[in-house]
Each structure stands twice: as C-alpha cells, then as structure tokens.
C-alpha cells in the first residue's frame, strides 16, 4: 500500500524470496524497486529496496546499500555520513520526536495571513514530479490550496510519518523486534582468519603441557 502510494515503479521478482520468521507466517519478498534518494539539494542516490508482505516493516533498505556508499551514523552528533564516488558527504539527521516537535512549534508560528502564490505551487509539484520517486503528493497540494499557511519540509514530513505509523512507530520499544532466534555459522575451509597470532595458555594449561613434557623427559621419550 505504501509502495502504491507513493506511485513507485515495482519491479517483481522471477522467484519470489521466502523467509521464515521465529513466529507467525512466512515473509513473502515479491517485489523491489529503485529509489533516487535525494539527501540535499545537489546530492542524489539511487538504491533499491525490497517490497515486503507479512512483515511488520513493509519495505526493507538492504545493508549492503549502506555499505555500498560507507554509510555511518553519529548518533552523538546527528550525523549522517556517506560517500558517492569520490566525493564524502555528511548531513544532519532527525528523529521522529524531533521531526514532530519542529513541525508543530513552526505551525503555530507561520503568520495566518501569508497566501502563497501560484507560482510557489507549481514549482513545488513540478519538483516532486521531477524528482527520482516521480511522486504526486495530492494530498499536499490539496492542503497549500485550501490552507493560507502553507507546510513545512518538516511539518510534510510529519504528516508523513503519522500517516504510515505502522512503519514509523511513536517509541522504539514498538518495534516487535526479533527474540529467541535460531541461527547457523558456517566456516569456510581453507581461508585465513582474519587476525591470527599466537594464542597465550592460561596457567592451568601451562601446568598440564609442563607435566607432560616432565614425564616425557624421565621416560626418556623426548
């Protein structure tokens, strides 16, 4: 719904990918699509993201996207940092909490008397049509023409993300997360680890190889 809401171009797979959760039914992932995610003004990226059913999260950012531009987050200083081809880049990053917050303290300082022009209309729909998600917003469109106080990035944001809270949840915690998983580790055979030096014996180890190598000696083994 989400997908078909934001008019994304869907593109299904041939297999659809089956995964198995601890509880309740299988995750169906049927469909993917493209995504240029516009970060600033001049910086732009395409990614693509996994289309979802039965699943809490509806569509899914792969992490090898992230490690695909060397994304970090700064979590200490609301960073956000990637890097496209040579260039690095590092934006602000907000929470829903604060997200919500400004958009609420700038609705009720915007002066009720400001009208927007037409033109500011027009250039803001051709933008979002132009844009690599080829959105519509209808909704917004609907709300700069009925409203004399027009919305915020932040407060559209907002808007947003109370629409979809099954994605965006209120607290954290709401999150149904992931408890009592099973996994499997495979080895690789024949590879290198990937930091390998002597390994020091603990004393009750050294002990035991000493007597050995004691009773070794009086035997006249070594």
Do not use: W
């Amino acid at each position: 719904r989400l997908a078909e809401y934001l008019k994304l171009q869907l593109i299904k797979h041939k297999n659809p990918i089956l995964l198995s959760p601890i509880r309740g039914p299988k995750i169906e992932v049927t469909h993917f699509t493209n995504i240029n995610l516009i970060f600033e003004d001049d910086i732009s990226n395409s990614m693509q993201f996994s289309i979802m059913k039965n699943c809490s999260v509806n569509v899914s950012l792969g992490l090898e996207i992230c490690q695909k531009i060397e994304a970090k987050i700064d979590y200490a200083t609301e960073t956000f940092t990637f890097s496209i081809g040579t260039e690095e880049y590092s934006i602000r990053i907000f929470s829903k909490e604060q997200i919500i917050e400004e958009g609420n303290l700038e609705e009720e300082e915007v002066d009720s008397d400001y009208e927007p022009e037409k033109k500011e209309i027009t250039k803001s729909t051709q933008e979002s049509s132009t844009s690599g998600l080829k959105l519509k917003h209808k909704e917004n469109e609907v709300f700069l023409q009925n409203n004399h106080n027009p919305p915020s990035e932040e407060q559209a944001i907002a808007k947003f993300v109370q629409k979809h809270n099954e994605i965006f949840p209120k607290l954290g915690d709401l999150l149904p997360g992931i408890h009592e998983c099973e996994f499997e580790i495979k080895l690789k055979m024949g590879t290198s680890p990937t930091r390998s030096y002597p390994r020091r014996y603990s004393p009750i180890e050294k002990n035991a190889i000493k007597e050995e190598v004691d009773l070794m000696t009086k035997n006249k083994i070594i």
